[in-house]
């Protein structure tokens, strides 16, 4: 399989613990972006890295989301603290510059839910 | 920053019918703009597309308009079929730069038998 990978697929934690998220992009893509979900609702834009420098955050990204992409590759998402609003699909979709195609391409997501 | 409203959010229609979802940007700086259908427990598939250097653009039983005077972009799906059944969510974003792509609240489409 070729297309973005996000692992875990579902993470139940309790309020406090501290999580992380990994995306594993499609291969050359030099774009990654994070987004969350929550029931009803569109993507919402958290971050985004082209290659390994991370260029925008979104102010819903807190103190406590830290997101990494060290070699330009793979990334992770990392919540602190966690609290119970953060339950949230987490969505990470990568894109290639290339020419005028910028086309997104996003994974299965990993279902957070904080108890 | 951008901001992406999308009506209905919910639909219903007989299948075979058509169905027509409706979106408005408020960044006139916006020239790219997808659509995605997301179904139970999966992420947002890319359907289509459009650029700001056209109006229309056609796949099959799907079709996108874009009014740029009146920022309104639309998604047509013709003959539609249980399958169709989806979230559909559409977005915008500025092609030529490293931007984020912002999406509409989606709209739940339900296709009777």
């Known amino acids: 399989d070729t297309g973005v990978s996000q692992n875990p697929r579902h993470k139940i934690t309790k309020r406090g613990q501290n999580v992380t998220f990994r995306c594993d992009p499609i291969?050359?893509?030099?774009?990654l972006y994070w987004y969350r979900q929550t029931l009803g609702q569109g993507p919402e834009f958290l971050t985004y890295?082209?290659?390994?420098?991370?260029?925008?955050k979104s102010r819903l990204l807190s103190d406590r989301f830290s997101a990494e992409r060290p070699k330009g590759s793979f990334s992770t998402l990392e919540i602190q603290r966690t609290e119970q609003g953060d339950s949230a699909m987490y969505l990470c979709?990568?894109?290639?510059?290339?020419?005028?195609?910028?086309?997104?391409?996003f994974g299965q997501g990993t279902r957070l839910t904080v108890v | 920053g951008e901001n992406v409203e999308q009506h209905p959010s919910t639909l219903s229609v007989q299948e075979g019918d058509s169905a027509v979802i409706k979106c408005t940007y408020s960044?006139?700086?916006?020239?790219?703009f997808p659509w995605y259908k997301q179904e139970l427990g999966k992420g947002p598939q890319l359907i289509i597309d459009?650029?700001?250097?056209?109006g229309e653009k056609k796949d099959q039983r799907i079709a996108v308009t874009l009014n740029k005077t009146a920022k309104h972009f639309s998604l047509h799906i013709t003959e539609t079929q249980p399958e169709d059944s989806a979230v559909y969510f559409c977005?915008?974003?500025?092609?030529?730069?490293?931007?984020?792509?912002?999406f509409g609240s989606g709209t739940r489409l339900s296709i009777r038998p």
């Open positions: 979709a990568s894109s290639q510059r290339r020419g005028r195609d910028t086309e997104a391409f």
């Open positions: 291969s050359e893509h030099n774009r």
């Open positions: 890295f082209q290659n390994e420098a991370q260029l925008e």
């Open positions: 960044d006139s700086a916006s020239n790219y």
């Open positions: 459009i650029r700001s250097n056209v």
């Open positions: 977005a915008a974003s500025i092609h030529s730069s490293a931007s984020k792509i912002i």
